[in-house]
């Protein structure tokens, strides 16, 4: 087929640019370290490895995906062993997913030589791979490149961590906030990759966010829950999930003070605040550097029953490629979206009651166009690089936000000739 | 932003051509009129009026969208009364959709005045629109052109009735099947509109099938939802659902015998299979003719516990954009096809004993690529048209089959700027 296609400007994220690495701010405990191991393109620096000191407490959340990359089957194993986790070991390159049984054997060889190089067990290892699935992990450059990532460990390394990380991302993502509670102040600092919600081909969302305040391993997974249903869960860039999703959160508990148990404890709820900040911040830099997005658009799902059905509605909008491409063309096109929200599920939906805007324009209502709509205000809305969509479902008091990006050509481009 | 786009191909369906008006066979007691209302297009035929006689059997099955149309409503309300329905009244080029209570007197209005026109009950006449949503429907320009309409009843008309419900469509669909029962042949015919599952712009997919055969509502209606469930229900093109999706199954019984009245009866089967063939091959023509379509797939997923099952996954396969986009690129990108199955959301699949073929080449097993699998056999099954994707999920003997069609520049293109 003589299907032509040519870009003029360069694809570049919607209002999202490298993080300055003197805005990250070290996390005490913490030391990171970068090598060139040539997994895929000779000179490129494709392995980090992450050394956290004893005691500190991980916890993780991974994809739902069947088909879960080798790297997740062995963070899982590792993270229920009673050893604490020591090191985390991340490649870029190679997914190792869809790799059965020798890619298993593979991500453990890799975790043996590292525990060999710390002095640790393998099982304090977590593992990490995102890039090519489908192809045998060359975890022995790996290995040979492990001296050098660890040479370079330090507490000051987080940009360069994110670089490292990058597959089809645009720009790095690294993020940091200051935690003062009780009148002492800890660092939040995390990084992510992603450009899509899964690239099976150079596959996966990744995010590693540590703090070195004192935080109970129950304490830890409730903050990470609550934080990722708050932002890695509310992004969509193509409705894909990937092979090898994995968020992790990491409390060194290097600056000392009494361990936070619980959400009793009055800093749980400021620290879980932070993290949840910092968590929001990377989800929406990844769907700002969404595959060939050229517009951010917020959507906001209010008055519903309870937050899943605004979710579900939220994400019906978001995921739509109707309205995806109609926000690329910058088209308010209202039917779509009222489409989207019709079929989004919800049996009982009244949608005589409901209300939409863009912007701050009111579009819709009593089922239709709203009378005082003019298309002029909505063009106005959508000419924009920031879009937001509200909407109130007039039956409830709770809500939701979900962020997206547009479907334009670029992402066509980008998924129809990645591997060209 | 200064995108530009070409193709330098027309866009054209797959396999697809418009059909001999000498295939399609009359049904005895049908007569279509076709007329010119202007509607958005001088001189485009825009209106069709479909009459029955009385006795006919009339179901239908309708959107599940909230946002549903005018016409939708209505038609679920007539179909609901004691008088035989004798008249079909469908326009192009507007959809009464998300038009509220106003939208609902213009469609009653417009069923008024084809039953004045034929001395019927206004409950005796079904309303379709299809066009754009969010305008007023310009029911007086209908109902000045049905005395044309009704002046141009005939037989064999069902060519120029499928032509006229066109909006987006590149080709009219109809099709026609002969039907012998004991001895007896009775005619099937049937004609559809749509090329995506939504175009809330120029919305929707219509369907009206119609058979001489003589069968109770209670048969029939157990026929169309067989039928749909297996044609209709079995397609995506970018997994939206339209507001005024309708398929309409008519039985006028004007080749007098026996009435079918259940599956009891020995030619049920026998009539059921043919219409739902026609359905099939409806449903196919649509995907054929997908916004933007350069490749028809046809996914079926067997070896499942349940139909269900089988249809979640085929269903994630045929919806990932990802997917779409590497069948446009004819790319076997195995590694996308594998992550939607894996988060179709089947919890307990094993994904270790599921194979995949793509055409006749086995691509997958045992959790990760074929050992026998050469790219260069993937990529030859990828540079067809008509791509076959199977899959054995090893754990029951369900089947079910999806169609789909690609994801292509010309789709961005189509949808963005389809208003400018």
Redesign the interface.
Known sequence: ?????????PVMPVNLSAPDPANLRPVAGVELGIASAGIKKPGRRDVLVITLPADSEVVGVFT?????AAPVTICKEHLHQESGIRALVVNTGNAN?????D?LRRARETCAAVAENLNIKPEQVLPFSTGV??EPLPHDKIVAALPAALADLKADNWATAAEAIMTTDIVAKATSRKAALNGVEYNVTGIAKGS?M????M?TMLSFVATDAPVSCEALEAMLRHAVNKSFNCITV??????NDSCILIATGAITAPVIMDSADSRFDSLQSVVTEVMIELAKAIVRDGEGA?KFMEIRVEGGEDEAECKQIAYAIG????VK??F??S?P????I??????AG??D?D??RLRLWLGNVLV?E????AASYREEEGARVMAAPEINVRVDLARGNSVATVWTCD???????I??????
Chains 1, 2 share one sequence.
């Open positions: 087929m003589a299907h032509s296609y040519s870009s003029t400007v739902q995906n069947r088909f879960c997913a869809g790799t059965g049984e890619g699935i489908l899509g899964i690239h099976p081909n596959a193509d409705g894909d999930t990937s092979t050229t995921r739509s490629p109707l491409t109609a690329f063309a088209d096109n209202l039917g779509r009222l489409a989207a929200i019709g079929y919800i049996a939906l949608v005589n819709a009593n089922g239709g166009r479907f334009s050509y670029d992402y066509v481009k998924n129809a000739e990645y591997r060209s």
